[in-house]
């Protein structure tokens, strides 16, 4: 998981605690916030975790009664032998099965936002030949997570009113106050990206938002908001173009006077 795309995790935890009616907060302030949002990802593996296995269980135990209740062990109530399953029995099954790996896969992403950082060097045997294969992975720094995390909170900070107002200009013509929080959340976030954030490109910031609506809310979401960002894509080109001409003057501006 790469270093933004945890920040922008983050960032949407830390969204709905932001203080009402305040443009600007102090960098020191978005980063205790940052850690509290922390905390909260690291109970929510944890929590993971207890669900993937109480789902096990929850399998064992029906596969016990499936057992237990079973025509040929009416006799074999202390040493159950195995019956055979139907194949929809099967099915039940594997999908609980991995709807826990699902769960303890996405537990297990969440503590590397907190603590990964620097490189990691694997090794494996090729099959083929039988050598040894190294491989450098980059984790993501700590600091490069959370400076993401004050950026882009700080860029929402000062461009929220017109951010707000951008998203009531789109095609869709929603209310913001009719808009599920969350939703809301990546909308405003994936705005400051795409008209404020020129070095990332519009198409990233858009397709990570929509990662952000799977992952927080539900595939309607994410097809809402894929098309209100689509819907406004245009027009954040033309603001960073104006922001770039706006830049270019005055940096000529400068020199010219020196």
Known sequence: ?????????????????????????????????????????????????????????????????????????????EDLRAVPLTSSQLR?????????????????????????RGTETTRTNCKKCGAIVEATINKPHKEEVRDFVVRLISVYLEHKETIDEFIKRSKSKWR?????SIDRDILRLACAETFYMPDIPINVAISEAVELSHRFAD????????????????????????AARKLAKEKAESISQN
């Open 1 to 77: 998981m790469s270093a933004r795309r945890i920040a922008r995790e983050l960032a949407v935890i830390v969204m709905p605690q932001l203080p009402k009616n305040l443009d600007k907060l102090a960098e020191t302030q978005i980063m205790e916030l940052t850690d509290r949002a922390i905390h909260m990802l690291v109970d929510y593996a944890r929590q993971n975790l207890t669900d993937a296995q109480a789902l096990v269980i929850g399998a064992q135990d029906h596969l016990t009664q499936i057992e237990t209740e079973h025509e040929d062990n009416k006799h074999f109530v």
């Open 176 to 180: 913001m106050e009719r808009m599920v």
């Open 219 to 242: 595939a309607r979401a994410a097809k809402f908001i894929n098309g209100i960002l689509g819907d406004l894509s245009e027009e954040a080109e033309a603001v960073r173009r104006a």
């Open 92 to 116: 039940e099954k594997l999908q609980t099965i991995e709807t826990a790996i699902a769960l303890v896969s996405e537990a297990l992403d969440i503590p590397e936002m907190a603590l990964a």
